[in-house]
């Protein structure tokens, strides 16, 4: 009997994505997993209203005996996962600070039915804005699934070129005139990260897509229109501002079917291999 050729074998395995193979599973860096557990009975789908804007944000508020007040708050946004530790209920009132000086708090009414609230944001001279949300529990999609949407693939890596539209003059603005974002599609489903930590959830649309994030625990809601297969233009609103962006695809990484296609192609040679040198 022959010996199969290891040398060969490698190659083989190196030829597909940039991943091993370890008891029939091909792992791709390309890949961007959802870290969403949208069955946890403690997974609330949030609306902050922004001016004429809507954005979806999903958290879970579930108990934690560890900490001191018996909760925890995860925030879930695509690939990202935020979790706080200092949740509290007082009587009915739900109080959440989102980061270390206070600056930044979620305070809320809880009922049986629902939570609502506001997100609270104070600067260097105690001014606070107020954004107002409403949250239920929930375990559907942050964004409803389309029936039909665009056939362009968003996945790939993009380089966005922002423009401030409007501010409120006493906050840093969150995004520099450039940022670069990496978007994964599944299926009408899209997630995202971006070089500052920001992890995006969303779908796509007819002409584009839309994410959201609360990642920086500031609601953020993207939308973008395609003007060709590698170019996008938008507009992206924050608690506090808002851009005209355009965009540009730099590379176009592996959808899913692309990579079940190599797991498939990379054993189907494995096995005409192995049959030759049997």
Known sequence: MK?????KLNAMMLSTCSGVLSLGLVSCSDVLTSLDQIDNPYRYKAIFRVKDKQIPVNFILQPEQLNAYGLRLRIIDGPILN??????????????PLDLHQTRSLKALMTTEHIKGELLTADADKQVLITPFTAYRSNKPRFDLPESYTDISATG???IQTALVDSTAYYVPLLSTTEKIYLYQTAASLIGSHTRDLGYDGVMT???????SFTKARPILVE????DQ????????TDSETYSFTGKRNSQLKKASDTSKSVFNLLRGLFGAYQEHK
Not at 230 to 236: M, R, Y
């Open 83 to 96: 979790q706080l530790e200092h949740p509290r209920i007082t009587h009915d009132t739900l109080y959440v």
């Open 157 to 159: 890596t993009w380089t």
């Open 224 to 227: 973008a229109t395609y003007t």
């Open 3 to 7: 010996l199969f050729p290891l040398k």
């Open 206 to 212: 007819s002409d584009g897509f839309v994410l959201s």
């Open 230 to 237: 590698n170019t996008i233009t938008g507009s992206i609103t």
